[in-house]
């Protein structure tokens, strides 16, 4: 198997953008990652290019939406496919343009995500959500996206302890964290008082615990690691790559205090690099909702199932703390545009890898490896990635 | 790279099937696949699965259709993923199944396709086609699927002297091979003075030169070739496989009377099959409209650019011709069930060169090297794929 690197980063602010298209998202995002690039590089070189979205079901693009967006930025010719997981299209995505490098086929090959969410919004945008879902057995039973995640806090608080402020302090971490990032939806802090105290959604949700309707795109460019000091001086290599899936349904599930499918990634990932969760330094993790961060911390190995509360008492997953996650802002406050969450994190991890996260307050300092995770639905796929810095 | 290898494959008839959903379409075609594996196989070994559909989008379960359906045949925690490249998504899922076994990342890995297209059908259908076209400029402007099929057939006949009559050759040809072919919609000769004469859809075509609306999956197994033999005394190798996309709107190409994305393509796979065209002894080519097959002639090197008719005229491919075209019937009278046509072709492949097509009238004698052929829209994308039988 040939190895992985990552050579250029590129994505849009999220947000809500009325006057974007998907095809000004994504070529955004795309000269952002041909910038990021330090030595020249022909685009042309470009061989492949695999783009997670969700939403192209909805009328602006039925069908072939990679090679239209390839097409735009001056790269007809390339072998462009669309990816679909849901919420985790863009980790499908990077996973899967990263096993087209691993098998020797490219030598560059693009990942990416697009979403317009401000066009399936309102009533449609639920709607949307919510068939991420079982649609047999859960949206036409009347289930939301957001009442699914609200059983499995429903049942970690159960099970466990968790308390209402718990799921708050992920709310008030990543918001806080998003302050510095240019990058991000919503650069506001929330206070603990607030988070509490917002509007109902699910019980035990509030709309602080739900990650934000967002339009955004995000645009990676994975090298064969032989040739990528060819392109820079400081690639960041992809040592391990993890997917897999579960039942959509969570009745059929043994737990929903777990998510298998992020479990199964993350041995995958784990094994495939080499190293365990102590050794990772930061992650950017999936929190559509507050609790599925929490869900994380257990299913990523960074603590005991059951445990990840603590973690947030003792401030481990702070940006100054000894396991800094989501200091990007996370879904909840740098905002969740489906299809590029995926990607989004990746160019979160490549900027902070190389000591160009910008704002010194947010820079993460002498990290080593990162992780990133990526969930669809409510746990139907999950996708985990295992980075090292590679200007060691 | 490591070696890659067919050891199961299975379909639905295609048709039109108003008591069946994409659940049981694609367990059908799971079934059957699993007992074309001559030797004990544990499904629970299987690990990776890439579905291409294109509809569904339309709401019977708009994310994450893959896990959903693998967790419908009881392997739920597979790396399962939706390819989606329209009437390609199943020619790109089984190519990017044979890159992740060729990574060397795993061993038995899924390719498949399904598609309900009776439940796209009718104003809605025609809408769906229409914009695996690019929306902004071809379906707002007021073109067809049809239409755009239809100027490429005009351009050709006016450089090159194809004849309506050509046309026909081609529907009369599938027709009459689809016939033999158990799983075919079409089981019905017609005669040329039928095909001449049908219904106008879009001139020169009439309804005998379109593929129809159609349902069906199909389920091929891939396999590290170094294993292959473990599970089956006849493996089908998969020597080459490749992809390739183009603008999707026609106005934006250098030519409308040949698909570059094919030509990319092809020249892919040959290299990597270390054949070329005169090599392959039949092949399965994407003939949604019957000037797609001749289209396919030329870009696959069957035939000098302009030259296709006279292969039609000559009965070179016919199923007792020199170089067999399309011996299942084809898109034409096999029928297309848009993201399963990909995959099904590798099904036809994979019976002819075992010997097993049934009907001893339908099977090819003596072949050794055979090739598919998947385009999506009018050419936006396609994949090619060259195939060695494995009992010599």
Redesign the interface.
Known sequence: ??GVAIIGAGQTRYGDFPNKGVKELFAEAYLEMLQSVDQSLDPQMIQ?AYIGC?S?????????????L??HVGL????????????ASGG?AL??AA??V????FDLVVAAGVEKMRDVSSSKGRY?LG??G??EYERLAGSTFAGIYALMAARYMHEYGLKREHLSMVAVKNHKHAVANPKAQFRKEITIEQAMNGVPVAHPFNVWDCSPTTDGAAVVLLCNAKIARNFTSKPVYLKGFG??????AIH?RNSITRL??TR??AAEAYKQAGIGPGDVNFAEVHDCFTIAEILAYGDLGFCEEGRAHYLLEEGVTQLNGKLPVNSSGGLKAKGHPIGATGCGMACEIFKQLRDEAKEPSRQIKNARFALSHNV??SG??AAVFIYQRGDE
Not at 76 to 87: F, H, L, S, T, W
Not at 102 to 105: D, L, M, T
């Open positions: 198997m040939e492949a969700l192209a079901g909805s009328g602006f693009q039925l069908g072939q939406l990679a090679p239209l390839m097409g007809p010719n390339v072998n462009a496919v669309r990816i679909e997981n849901a919420c499908f996973y899967n096993c087209a691993a098998s020797g086929k949307w068939v991420s079982d649609t997917a897999a899936s579960d039942y959509l059929d298998a499918a199964k990634a669809g639905g139907g796929t």
